[in-house]
């Protein structure tokens, strides 16, 4: 109702001197007419609440060892939300200080599958993210030991809302993780067996459950019992007949809903039976300490046994792996599925058989050789480095690296070999450097640094160790990430139709599409696509870009982006970033931010223009006069923040006429938050918005007014806009009918687009 309320404002000066029912005008409805609407000074004073930006939901909450395969994220709703948005960030390990740190922006990603095409939830507030399968549910996954951040925006793109801040969650969610380090003693004593673990990580844990099994796979298995959770061992007490049996062992943690987690490592343990061979001494790894890339060898003392099994249990895994159960000799060579940056421990048990009945084995304790061991028979294949990384610079690449696998001593004693391809498939055979330890000095942050001058540079690398004439595998292939893309220009109130075509359409809130452009890096032939990304705010709450909104597709081949955000409201700016990722899709070199925002439609353009027209008219007081004449005469106001509004309302012979002249007048600032007001632009606002210090509207120019003494006429003038939204407003075709606006239509011009008309009636809807 605003546009035509100010029309009735501005006739009513003229009205003043030639009808006395005008002064109705300003105290109630008027009529006008059954082909035209009636307003009031009421509506302008108190418009509809309109609704820019979403709330954001006040809490998010997520569970914490609630089950062993899913993480429940629920959050409170919003008032006038249609939908959610829900991302995840992932953070895998600890830092050196043992804290997980949280996650930056640029870590949360949608989570996959939220829905068939998209990222939203539609008419939820609660979500199951499903972490693992029933089938990956084992000790050995990852997922345990990692901390899942979560953050909602709450959103309503079908009314074209912008979308809510995100609001993360301040701790993270876990599943309910097992009990690791499952250890059963192996015939240290003859009447029972000793079951140890390390408790669960998860705060939710009531008890642990102990089973056993007589198969090696641990199937069949039979619950023995539950302690309370305070507790981490228990004896199982083995019958006479039984002793020299070997059970197999496993524990469940159990939390107060009842839940179970997954089944903790199988541990082998058994009593030591009658006549069973003396415990196995002097178990040592003889060559296996990075002195070979696959083998790793073991000996031990002769326990006058003429069998020995030897088992394996490694720093991944602390289930025992039996590798053989007929060795008679005392050495052994391991070359079974041994993994780089794996320590592996090895226990030998000689067994004799049962002199009563050949079928069965008397098996003696196992050796103390193990990881917990004092003295432990540890060993490693030599290892590529397991972290690398290359970063790009004038001068060449740099490429840093973890030390090796081993103790500080056997580290000082590696050399590692870098070779270069230009083809990410290889082969890798350009010697690039072969560098000693004691050349690269101490490690810094735990990594050593080499600099690979220009001219020795390539697309790709790998690393391997040497050690002693050794030669370990190559690590994984690594590239450095690009450097940052140059230029970023994005578009502020673009014309973009002669390039988007029928694409250029404007949202619900009757906003166009920005567009974002790039330079390629100085250097870009390692450069596959670039990554946009866009905020509402500069420092923080990126969103990653999808190419059509199909939170499917991300990766961009050109330097051209075009941004149809389906939220983009008229008066809020938007930041965009822009990465470039190499062919392995990496990168760490974002371009400067850049704030950018879309064109309105004529309609949207002369509604937002009349915020500072209507909130002028508020000021003036001598057409808000009581008696008639009174409202005649000159009056002039200045802008909350510059230039002049005057007034100026006479009679001329029998007809009337208003002059409204505005000289560089502006109300109002427009924030980077979106909000629109008087108040001065902080720190976080970008003064530089429009033409001049973040104004939003700055008007000079006339809207007049002249009528006869049947109250019709028509309105005349031109102002022209400059600000957040640049272009002009021409009145001669709006009609003035009954003392106010009944026909025609404005002349809107916006800078880079043809003249359109706008009916006189936009702004009533």
Avoid at 120 to 138: E, G
Avoid at 461 to 481: F, H, M, R
């Amino acid at each position: 109702m605003m546009k035509k309320c100010l029309i009735n404002i501005a006739a009513a000066g003229i009205c003043a001197a030639l009808l006395s029912s005008c002064a109705e005008l300003f105290q109630g409805k008027v009529s006008m007419g059954t082909d035209y609407e009636t307003a009031t000074l009421a509506d302008v004073l108190t418009p509809n609440k309109e609704i820019d930006q979403l709330s954001s939901p006040s809490q998010i909450f997520v569970s914490n060892g609630d089950s062993p395969s899913e993480i429940t994220i629920s959050w409170t709703p919003v008032a006038d939300a249609a939908s959610y948005r829900l991302e995840r960030a992932i953070v895998t390990a600890p830092n050196e200080n043992g804290v997980y740190e949280a996650p930056d922006d640029s870590d949360y990603e949608v989570i996959p599958g939220t829905s068939s095409s998209s990222a939203t939830l539609y008419n939820q507030t609660t979500f199951i993210d499903t972490i693992l399968s029933q089938n990956a549910m084992k000790y050995t996954a990852p997922e345990y030991s990692y901390r899942y951040y979560y953050r909602v925006s709450a959103e309503n793109a079908f009314m074209g809302y912008g979308p809510s801040e995100f609001t993360a969650c301040e701790n993270p969610g876990t599943l309910f993780a097992p009990p690791t380090e499952i250890k059963a003693t192996t015939g240290s004593s003859d009447t029972m067996v000793s079951i140890s673990w390390q408790k669960s990580k998860s705060p939710t844990v009531q008890e642990y459950s102990i089973y056993r099994s007589e198969n090696e796979n641990g199937t069949n298995a039979v619950y023995l019992t539950s302690v309370k959770s305070n507790m981490s061992r228990y004896n199982d007490m083995i019958a006479e007949q039984n002793r020299g049996t070997a059970y197999y062992y496993t524990v469940y943690a159990q939390n107060r809903s009842g839940v179970k987690s997954c089944a903790g490592a199988l541990a082998m343990g058994y009593a030591r039976a009658e006549g069973a061979p003396p415990q196995v001494t002097g178990v040592k790894v003889t060559n296996g300490r990075g002195t070979s890339s696959d083998s790793i060898t073991i000996s031990w003392d002769n326990a006058g046994a003429v069998n020995y099994a030897v088992y394996r249990s490694s720093s991944k895994d602390s289930a025992l792996t039996l590798l053989t159960a007929g060795q008679t000799g005392t050495t052994l060579e391991d070359k079974k599925n041994l993994s780089p940056n794996v320590y592996y421990y090895y226990q030998v048990q000689a067994w004799t058989k049962d002199p009563g009945d050949d079928t069965k084995k008397i098996k003696g304790q196992l050796s103390d050789s193990g990881k917990s061991s004092t003295s432990p028979a540890e060993g490693f294949i030599l290892s590529a480095p397991e972290t690398v990384s290359v970063s790009k610079g004038a001068n060449g690449h740099t490429m840093a690296w973890s030390p090796a696998i081993g103790t500080s001593d056997e580290q000082a004693a590696y050399s590692y070999k870098i070779v270069g391809s230009n083809d990410q498939s290889g082969p890798f055979d350009n010697l690039v450097a072969t560098v000693t330890a004691a050349s690269l000095g101490i490690p810094f942050d735990g990594l050593y640094y080499y600099q690979i001058p220009a001219a020795s540079t390539w697309s790709y690398y790998k690393i391997s160790t040497l050690n002693d004439g050794v030669e370990s595998e190559q690590s994984a292939v690594t590239a450095p990430a690009p450097f940052a893309p140059q230029s970023i220009s994005v578009t502020r109130t673009a014309n973009l139709s002669s390039e988007m075509g029928s694409d250029f359409t404007c949202n619900v809130n009757e906003v166009y599409p920005v567009k974002i452009t790039w330079t390629a890096p100085s250097e870009s032939s390692d450069v596959k696509g670039y990554l946009v990304y866009r905020s509402e705010n500069r420092d923080r709450g990126y969103k990653k870009l999808s190419i059509g909104n199909d939170e499917k597709s991300y990766l961009i081949s050109g330097n051209t982006f075009y941004d149809t955000n389906p939220s983009a409201r008229p008066g809020k700016i938007y930041y965009y970033k822009v990465l470039s990722v190499n062919f392995l899709e990496q990168g760490t070199n974002y371009s400067s931010t850049e704030f950018g925002y879309g064109a309105l439609t004529s309609n949207q353009f002369l509604r937002e223009y009349m915020k500072t027209i209507n909130n002028s008219l508020k000021k003036l007081t001598l057409m808000h006069k009581s008696d008639n004449m009174a409202k005649l005469g000159q009056e002039t106001k200045s802008g909350a923040i510059v230039g002049t509004l005057s007034y100026d309302a006479h009679v001329n012979g029998l007809s009337g006429r208003v002059i409204m002249r505005y000289d560089d007048y502006a109300d109002f600032y427009v924030h980077s938050s979106g909000k629109i007001d008087s108040n001065p632009l902080g720190e976080s606002d970008e003064i530089g918005l429009g033409n001049k210090d973040g104004i939003y509207f700055h008007l000079t120019g006339n809207t007049n007014t002249s009528a006869g003494m049947d109250t019709n006429g028509t309105m005349d003038g031109t102002v022209e806009c400059k600000g957040m939204y640049p272009g002009t407003v021409f009145y001669n075709n709006v009609q003035i009918k009954g003392g106010a606006a009944g026909g025609g239509y404005y002349v809107v011009t916006r800078d880079g687009f043809s003249s359109e008309n706008v009916n006189w009636t936009v702004g009533n809807e």
